[in-house]
């Protein structure tokens, strides 16, 4: 069950800005629990992009970028390249299941 | 290096037992804070987090899924092994593990995460 909420669908075309979404809830995301976003390549494994709200691991390009505010979080990414076209999925963690969560997930298409 | 290799059985009965294997390298589960988990992904559907296990084996399951749940570890393998009992094909899924790392907020996410292993239920 995914419990935090994304937007199925975003697209920009190559070099623009685009933002995605991840609401949770006060037991998640509003209860202080960091979110963390994963790239999935199509046919290929999650890879973490972006760790504790804002961090990049070594080797994530400074394209990406993460926030938190509220119940909700936000993956951006600016100069949208091809190789960008993935799945993108937040995960927290929530105390009312006593589970870590992942988000619905979003498509991204580069045109 | 850190990798992780999960392997099992690529086709279960329904009501079966599956039994998948997570064998890693690059670290040890027996160093203090190290942690793995098991994920699963039905295709085209999202990440569903199922179990994890700690250094000092502490074991937390999936609300939704512990009374069909176990995980265990073998230290001198370097495997972690997760059962899943009565197998439906709605458990279809392509399964993964991974290692958790701790930021510095005291969460913990999924640094490195294996290729993942696709398990189909079917009669």
């Known amino acids: 069950q995914s419990v935090l909420t994304q937007s199925p669908s975003v697209s920009g075309a190559p070099g623009q800005r685009v933002t995605i979404s991840c609401t949770g809830s006060s037991s998640n995301i509003g209860a202080g629990y960091d979110v963390h976003w994963y790239q999935q390549l199509p046919g290929t494994a999650p890879k973490l992009l972006i760790y504790g709200n804002s961090n990049r691991p070594s080797g994530v390009p400074d394209r990406f970028s993460g926030s938190k505010s509220g119940t909700s979080a936000s993956l951006a990414i600016s100069g949208l390249q091809a190789e960008d076209e993935a799945d993108y999925y937040c995960?927290?963690?929530?105390?009312?299941?006593?589970?870590?969560?992942f988000g619905t997930g979003t498509k991204v298409t580069v045109l | 290096q850190v990798t992780l290799k999960e392997s099992g059985p690529a086709l279960v009965k329904p009501t079966r037992t599956l039994t998948l294997t997570c064998t890693f390298s690059g670290f040890s589960l027996s160093t203090s804070g190290m942690r793995v988990s098991w994920i699963r992904q039905p295709p085209g559907k999202a990440l569903e987090w199922l179990a994890r296990i700690d250094w000092d084996d502490d074991k937390v399951y999936s609300s939704s899924l512990k009374t069909r749940l176990t995980i265990s570890k073998d230290t001198s393998k370097n495997q972690v092994v997760l059962t899943m009992t009565n197998m439906d094909p709605v458990d279809t899924a392509t399964y993964y593990c991974?290692?958790?790392?701790?930021?510095?907020?005291?969460?913990?996410?999924?640094?490195?995460w294996g290729q993942g292993t696709l398990v189909t239920v079917s009669s």
């Open positions: 991974a290692r958790q790392t701790v930021d510095s907020s005291g969460y913990y996410y999924l640094e490195y």
């Open positions: 995960q927290s963690y929530d105390s009312r299941l006593s589970d870590y969560v």
